[in-house]
């Protein structure tokens, strides 16, 4: 099928990528719901997805990856640009042209025997000032149903980019899924993502992270926005006036739990609403009013498993209940679903994630139990079925945010929360974020590495350009949000978590904002203000004042310590890393005595 459209240079990249790929068929997507269904009815008939019971979960899929591809491959993912240090340090960096020939042994014949779907994409409402167009060539069915629920897909956006519009040229094949040929390519300078040999959702829905994070960040800087890895949340008070916030933290931190908090029931006297607009990723650009505007890019949620239960997340339960697909958790006997932490008891069989018999009992060769569900299984789900959806979620205008929280797993060092001097202070704080290595990332679990901002896997380009961004927009922006840090991982000295987190962190948000509202005072420490006891509404909680004093506490000889890791790291960024965030290190020594 040939593609509406009649842009031209649009029409040959399809071709010349496939006389590369040489798939069989060529297939233009037109969003519509009779191709879903065609789709959906292919890829059951082949088993590339299974039908899950459809009374239960109605219009609910069920996929498995191979093995080895369960997560992002970090260590697979470049930057390729022409000069090392427009990439460096943080990403794996290739020269392009060395890029582009490596991976063209990859894609030759990759599709044979296959179809090329053509996939046309927007990251933010079409027709939004944020929008951002792409399409995404795949011989995944799989990849195509998860994109029409990720991104605003079909013909629309071929009407938006019009015969001669800009766009993100994405490339997708499984291939033969070999863990050794695997790449995620990022090509900024031509606007140009290639990612080949897997089939795992991070690294093969190219409108995600590789587009809305990685080539974003790059538009962003050049273009004067942000592309962001942050929740977008509206908090609703009695009188009906909304406040936003946008939050970024590493994966498994609570992040999507907060965007779709629900208010405990201590506050819920005082009439809150919250809305959830964004759980993982915000577009910022400079309002007229001198505010900073977001908009989440995103039309879906891409949620991990395990963890989310009725207790942690009853707003997302809710929307995983229809029209969803499940990544290698759990397959219930009954074509139901289930996952370590679902907040059931598991059944007494099913087939867990890797197709093999389960019972609870499971045990491998050294007497460990196994799971059901693979520790970064997910979910991807419309985002317009969650409960708490916001009514902005696709205003083309976004919505004014008045903070940015961030935040990480702290054992030790942390407080609750604390609020930066001003943005350049704030900047520092969201550049030294650290926290503990998660089942989303490759690597070792529970290692501690910094990651600013919640970035350092997403920045398309040089940190330190990255931060100088930063500082540059902070100057831009007459009004800009409030910038603060939490840790809601603090844990007291038998390694017991403090605070109750969830719901509860209402509590901390509340004080947030307040204090951009200038309602409340707040002490001053060396590393920003801290709030005062008695500020954090603490009804119907049972924590004390001696644990929230302990979740307050600032330890001076902790954090010098903290600041020799700081330097470290700035010092291993390079000759770009700003001078302003060297200045603010000395500055809180200085304050640290």
Same mark, same amino acid.
């Given at each position: 099928?040939?593609?509406?459209?009649?842009?031209?240079?649009?029409?040959?990249w399809?071709?010349?990528?496939?006389?590369?790929?040489? +798939?069989?068929?060529?297939?233009?997507?037109d969003?519509?719901?009779?191709?879903?269904?065609?789709?959906?009815a292919e890829a059951?008939?082949?088993?590339?997805?299974?039908?899950?019971?459809?009374?239960?979960l109605?219009?609910?899929?069920?996929h *498995?990856t191979?093995?080895?591809?369960v997560?992002?491959?970090?260590?697979?993912?470049?930057v390729c640009?022409?000069?090392?240090?427009d990439?460096?340090?943080v990403?794996n960096?290739?020269p392009?042209?060395?890029?582009?020939?490596?991976?063209?042994?990859?894609f030759?014949d990759?599709?044979?025997?296959?179809?090329?779907?053509?996939? %046309?994409?927007s990251?933010?409402p079409?027709?939004?000032?944020?929008?951002?167009?792409?399409?995404?060539l &795949?011989?995944s069915?799989y990849?195509?149903?998860?994109? *029409?629920?990720?991104t605003?897909? /079909?013909q629309?956006?071929l009407?938006?980019?019009?015969?001669?519009?800009?766009?993100?040229?994405?490339l997708h094949?499984?291939a033969?899924l070999?863990?050794e040929?695997?790449r995620?390519?990022?090509?900024p300078?031509d606007?140009?993502?290639w990612?080949?040999?897997?089939?795992?959702?991070g690294?093969v829905?190219?409108?995600?992270?590789?587009l809305?994070?990685?080539?974003?960040s790059?538009?962003?800087?050049?273009?004067?926005?942000?592309?962001?890895h =942050?929740?977008?949340?509206g908090?609703?008070? %009695?009188d009906?006036?909304?406040?936003?916030?946008?939050?970024?933290?590493?994966?498994?931190?609570g992040?999507?739990?907060?965007a779709?908090?629900?208010?405990p029931?201590?506050?819920?006297?005082k009439g809150?609403?919250?809305w959830?607009?964004g759980?993982?990723?915000?577009?910022?650009?400079l309002g007229?009013?001198g505010?900073?505007?977001?908009?989440n890019?995103?039309?879906?949620?891409?949620?991990v498993?395990?963890?989310t239960?009725?207790?942690? #997340?009853?707003n997302?339960?809710?929307?995983?209940e229809?029209?969803?697909?499940? &990544?290698n958790?759990?397959?219930?006997?009954?074509?139901?679903?289930?996952?370590? @932490?679902?907040g059931d008891?598991?059944?007494?069989?099913?087939?867990?994630?890797t197709?093999?018999?389960?019972? +609870?009992d499971e045990?491998?060769?050294?007497g460990?139990?196994?799971? /059901?569900?693979?520790?970064?299984s997910?979910?991807?789900v419309p985002? $317009?079925?969650?409960?708490c959806?916001?009514?902005?979620?696709?205003?083309?205008?976004?919505?004014?945010?008045?903070?940015?929280?961030?935040g990480g797993?702290?054992?030790?060092l942390? %407080?609750l929360?604390?609020?930066?001097?001003d943005?350049?202070?704030?900047?520092?704080?969201?550049?030294? =974020?650290?926290?503990?290595r998660?089942?989303?990332?490759? /690597?070792k679990?529970?290692?501690?590495?910094?990651?600013?901002?919640?970035?350092s896997p997403f920045?398309g380009?040089?940190?330190?350009?990255?931060?100088?961004?930063?500082?540059?927009?902070? *100057?831009?922006v007459p #009004?800009?949000? $409030?910038?603060?840090?939490?840790?809601?991982?603090r844990?007291?000295e038998?390694?017991?978590f403090?605070? %109750?987190?969830?719901?509860?962190?209402?509590?901390?948000?509340?004080?947030?904002?307040a204090?951009?509202?200038?309602?409340?005072?707040?002490?001053? &420490?060396?590393?920003?203000?801290?709030p005062?006891?008695?500020?954090?509404?603490?009804?119907?909680l049972?924590?004390?004042k001696?644990?929230?004093r302990?979740?307050m506490?600032?330890?001076?000889?902790?954090? $010098?310590?903290?600041?020799?890791g700081?330097?470290e790291?700035f010092?291993?960024? /390079?000759?770009?890393?700003?001078k302003?965030?060297f200045?603010?290190l000395?500055?809180? *020594?200085?304050?640290? @005595?």
């Open positions: 099928m040939a593609g509406k459209t009649e842009h031209q240079a649009m029409h040959a399809v071709k010349e990528m496939a006389q590369m790929c040489n +798939p069989d068929q060529i297939h233009w997507c969003g519509s719901d009779e191709e879903r269904r065609k789709l959906t059951l008939s082949t088993g590339e997805l299974i039908e899950l019971n459809q009374k239960l109605p219009g609910c899929l069920y *498995r191979a093995l080895n591809d997560a992002r491959t970090e260590n697979l993912t470049f640009t022409d000069k090392e240090e990439a460096t340090p990403n960096w290739k392009r042209e060395e890029g582009y020939a490596e991976c063209r042994k990859f030759k990759s599709m044979k025997g296959r179809v090329m779907y053509v996939v %046309p994409f990251m933010g079409v027709g939004s000032p944020f929008a951002k167009y792409g399409i995404e &795949t011989d069915i990849v195509v149903l998860n994109m *029409r629920i990720m605003h897909m /079909g629309n956006v009407d938006a980019i019009g015969a001669n519009g800009d766009f993100t040229k994405c094949s499984k033969q070999d863990l040929k695997r995620i390519m990022h090509f300078e606007n140009t993502i990612s080949v040999n897997s089939g795992y959702g690294n829905l190219l409108g995600k992270k590789c809305a994070l990685r080539i974003a790059w538009l962003g800087k050049t273009e004067g926005w942000m592309a962001e =942050m929740l977008i949340l908090v609703e008070y %009695p009906s006036h909304i406040e936003y916030l946008a939050a970024a933290f590493p994966s498994a931190c992040k999507t739990n907060l779709m908090l629900v208010p029931e201590g506050l819920k006297a809150y609403k919250v959830t607009a759980d993982d990723i915000a577009w910022l650009r007229k009013d505010r900073l505007w977001a908009v890019p995103e039309a879906g949620c891409f949620g498993a395990p963890g239960s009725m207790s942690t #997340n009853p997302m339960m809710k929307a995983v229809k029209n969803t697909i499940f &990544t958790v759990l397959l219930k006997d009954d074509g139901a679903v289930w996952w370590e @932490g679902h008891a598991p059944p007494a069989h099913g087939k867990d994630w197709g093999k018999d389960w019972t +609870p045990k491998d060769k050294d460990k139990p196994v799971l /059901g569900a693979n520790a970064n997910r979910f991807t985002i $317009k079925q969650v409960p959806v916001s009514d902005k979620v696709d205003d083309p205008a976004g919505v004014p945010i008045s903070a940015f929280i961030f797993r702290r054992a030790r942390a %407080p929360v604390y609020q930066s001097t943005w350049e202070h704030g900047t520092y704080v969201a550049a030294t =974020m650290a926290s503990e998660t089942a989303a990332q490759y /690597g679990q529970g290692e501690v590495r910094r990651d600013p901002m919640a970035m920045v380009y040089n940190m330190g350009d990255y931060f100088r961004h930063w500082l540059e927009m902070g *100057r831009k #009004n800009p949000p $409030k910038i603060f840090h939490v840790n809601w991982f844990r007291d038998n390694n017991k403090m605070w %109750p987190g969830f719901g509860d962190n209402l509590r901390v948000l509340e004080w947030i904002l204090r951009c509202r200038g309602d409340v005072d707040a002490v001053e &420490t060396p590393i920003g203000f801290v005062k006891p008695e500020d954090i509404d603490l009804t119907g049972d924590v004390g001696e644990t929230m302990k979740l506490d600032i330890d001076k000889g902790e954090w $010098k310590i903290e600041c020799d700081v330097e790291y010092k291993g960024i /390079g000759e770009r890393m700003p302003e965030l200045d603010q000395a500055s809180l *020594r200085k304050r640290l @005595g």
